[in-house]
């Protein structure tokens, strides 16, 4: 079954450092998304993607964040300068219509 | 504001028994409802997905059904095995424009063999 694909599994930063999160959704899939999940709460809407473009961002998705699609393949999110706050799993998914949506495995990123 | 709520909490049953998780929302303009497992550190799996104009939708041992005028839908699941034990995760798609999910904060199940 097609699947989701996230590097790293876990990255360890240092506040104010810019990291970036890697996703390879899946091929034939056309909407593509950033959650995220801090630890104990809710999973957390930050950004849709489609045609090239954002779609729709919440009000986390602040100018310190950023999504790209770079080519065919990979979709990643970059956060610019990194806060203790931003620790969280962050997932990736992507979906096709009429189908629901399929996640990733996600990324534990670490804020120290 | 959508809001989704999850009861209970947490649940623990002994193997081989039938449970229901609850999930409910506020705004009943829906597009549909996915219902997720999510094991301790892992991602999201899908489970089963509900269009806002379906009752109910089967996959094996799990029935989900959305009541969409009252804002609820149930995820049944038949005959619990130690497997199952996981949080499970509802979430709704909003019928306006924009495809995100309000997610609920989860029920933790546990199956005790």
């Known amino acids: 079954e097609p699947e989701v694909t996230q590097t790293p599994s876990h990255q360890v930063t240092q506040m104010g450092q810019e990291v970036i999160l890697r996703c390879v959704p899946i091929?034939?899939?056309?909407?593509f998304y950033w959650y995220r999940q801090i630890l104990g709460q809710k999973v957390e809407f930050l950004v849709s993607?489609?045609?090239?473009?954002?779609?729709?961002k919440s009000e986390i998705f602040d100018d310190q964040f950023s999504v790209e699609r770079p080519d065919g393949s990979n979709f990643t999110l970059k956060i610019r300068s990194t806060k203790l706050e931003d620790s969280a799993m962050y997932f990736c998914?992507?979906?096709?219509?009429?189908?629901?949506?399929?996640f990733g495995s996600g990324t534990r990123l670490t804020v120290v | 504001k959508q809001e989704v709520t999850q009861i209970p909490a947490a649940l623990s049953v002994p193997e081989g028994e039938n449970l229901v998780l609850n999930c409910s929302f506020t705004?009943?303009?829906?597009?549909?409802l996915q219902w997720f497992r999510q094991d301790p550190g892992k991602g999201l799996t899908s489970l089963l997905l509900?269009?806002?104009?379906?009752r109910e939708q089967t996959s094996g041992r799990l029935n989900a059904s959305l009541d969409k005028s009252s804002g609820r839908s149930t995820l049944y699941i038949a005959a619990s095995q130690p497997g199952d034990s996981a949080t499970y995760l509802c979430?709704?798609?909003?019928?306006?424009?924009?495809?995100?999910?309000?997610f609920g904060e989860g029920t933790q199940l546990t199956v005790n063999p």
């Open positions: 509900i269009q806002s104009s379906q």
């Open positions: 091929s034939n899939h056309l909407y």
């Open positions: 705004d009943s303009a829906i597009y549909n």
């Open positions: 998914a992507s979906r096709q219509p009429p189908y629901g949506y399929t």
């Open positions: 979430a709704v798609r909003k019928e306006t424009s924009g495809s995100r999910l309000t």
């Open positions: 993607f489609y045609n090239n473009e954002i779609s729709e």
